[in-house]
């Protein structure tokens, strides 16, 4: 291999710097109906947004303040309106404010450390240590996806546990509505199959009722008095195909009599007391709560629950979806994602780094890769930096084959094709 100083260079800290900032806070981790604008800013998110848009006042530290200020507010502005749609971010004109005010602290902390110099650095000079330092970086990053993580597959069910409609066995989270049609199926739906439920009911989509363990179309009128126990022989299969599958979607056209219920109170309950529990699907106020047993989420599934929006109206027919894939629990409400769940981030070592940071994290893997990559190959020449970028590129489009806990940790998203993309803008970025 050769020396490192032999391909040393410079790396223009822009294109990285707007690159990380989108990645990080504009790529989607799940699309959902749009939220407000949350008027809170914690300390951890103060401190984050501060030093996110510190490489972009570093990078215009040669601009006018007031142009600085006017760019970062108004990126700031538009990717938090886009967060509104984006599940786990939370608009918030807070986090503009933090964000141009780090980008001019680090536009004056430059300045000043440049201050004796006619001519600022043209970049980042990357040399041996700065190499060395991204290696274990990587390293780092590698081992804590793949330490050893906790089940969040569906194992230990009972199928000795009734399957109820409206209540517990116990008769204590009564549930008052309309049950107009129901679907248990023990696996995962496709999108367009989720949209045909949505739109035409649970009859719409004879695939969907082909796989199903248990459906109706009959309405069920519950008015908060014992449970209706459905056949044991639908809620064993359900059980065993469930286990087998690692899935379990269950589609409802609900029409709650009230929004005064509370336990959560029991719309469909795979269990034999309040503390003892497969799965269910209850209503807490105007909000929904599906639970699901696995080894992470506990013997009740209490650990994660997947609440919803507050939506549910006393009268108001609702198509609710519950979906669990083995690795991410989600509610859907009328087709538009409510609640989300990502068991496997919160159960993988590395789980900090999972989830809604998983974008940011895969980004500076790609950077680091691309960065490690170009040092190595031999070369000062456009053609080894685009090699050393696609090099980086495929490394990190590969990680989910490379590193399964990682891919344990990114649930469904490919995080790490995007982290390799923004890998190859950041060497491209490079000047010689």
């Known amino acids: 291999m050769p020396r490192l100083t032999v391909t040393a260079y410079r790396l223009r800290l822009l294109p990285p710097a707007l690159a990380l900032i989108v990645v990080t806070t504009a790529m989607p981790v799940d699309l959902r109906a749009p939220v407000g604008w949350n008027g809170t800013l914690e300390p951890w998110d103060l401190v984050f947004n501060l030093l996110l848009y510190a490489p972009l006042g570093l990078a215009l530290r040669r601009r006018p303040w007031l142009q600085v200020l006017l760019v970062a507010v108004l990126l700031s502005a538009v990717i938090e309106l886009a967060q509104m749609w984006n599940c786990e971010r939370h608009p918030s004109p807070g986090d503009v404010a933090a964000n141009a ?28 240590r700065l190499v060395a330092a991204a290696v274990c970086a990587v390293g780092a990053l590698l081992a804590a996806g793949n330490l050893p993580v906790r089940s969040t597959a569906i194992t230990g069910w009972d199928p000795g546990y009734p399957l109820l409609l409206g209540n517990e066995m116990t008769g204590d989270r009564p549930w008052r509505g309309t049950i107009e049609n129901l679907a248990l199926v023990p696996g995962s739906l496709r999108s367009a199959e989720r949209r045909a439920v949505t739109d035409g009911g649970v009859a719409a989509d004879a695939v969907v009722l082909a796989r199903a363990a248990f459906d109706t179309s009959v309405a069920m009128f519950l008015d908060g008095g014992a449970a209706l126990r459905l056949p044991d022989e639908s809620a ?8 087998a599958e690692n899935a379990l979607t269950i589609v409802a056209r609900i029409v709650p009599a009230t929004v005064d219920q509370k336990g959560p109170a029991r719309i469909v309950s795979f269990s034999t007391d309040p503390q003892h529990r497969n799965f269910d699907l209850g209503q807490e106020g105007r909000t929904l709560v599906f639970r699901i047993r696995t080894p992470f989420s506990g013997g009740n599934g209490t650990r994660r629950p997947v609440v919803s929006a507050p939506v549910l109206e006393a009268g108001r027919p609702v198509t609710v979806v519950g979906a669990y894939d083995g690795r991410v629990a989600r509610l859907y409400i ?16 590395g789980s900090t780094l999972a989830d809604e940071v998983l974008p940011a994290v895969c980004a500076v893997m790609g ?47 490919p995080w790490s094709g995007v982290g390799g993309l923004i890998g190859v803008g950041a060497v491209l970025a490079a000047r010689e």
């Open 236 to 243: 064993r299969v359900l059980a065993q195909a469930a286990q």
């Open 367 to 413: 950077a680091l890769l691309a960065l490690i990559a170009r040092s190595v190959v031999v070369g000062r020449g456009r053609r080894s930096t685009v090699v050393a970028a696609l090099a980086a590129g495929a490394v990190t489009l590969a990680l989910p084959v490379l590193a399964p806990g990682i891919a344990a940790a990114m649930a469904a998203v």
């Open 334 to 349: 009328d087709g538009r994602l409510s609640g989300r769940e990502n068991f496997a981030a919160e159960a993988s070592a």
């Open 101 to 128: 005010a780090g980008a001019l602290l680090a536009m004056g902390l430059g300045r000043r450390l440049w201050r004796d110099r006619a001519v600022a650095p043209a970049g980042i000079p990357v040399g041996r």
